[in-house]
């Protein structure tokens, strides 16, 4: 993955965050590479959420990141 530029970041914190929780968005995985500055960007997004109304998660894989964010959400 391609770093994700500090505009971009904002970006999706002031604009899809909202647009997305308003749409009935409850969980957010994030898949990230073992290492490296794809690891580190998707650690920085993935900062931005606001976990008191987002749940999120970083995973390894794919598999896990469809499992987890099919499962219901605890309330």
Known sequence: MKVIVHDDQRW???KWMPLAQQAGLKRLAFVTAPTGLGKLTIEDVSGLVDHNELQS????????ARQWVSETPAS
Not at 57 to 64: I, K, V
């Open 12 to 14: 999706i914190k002031e």
């Open 57 to 64: 998660r970083t995973f390894d894989s794919m598999a896990a």
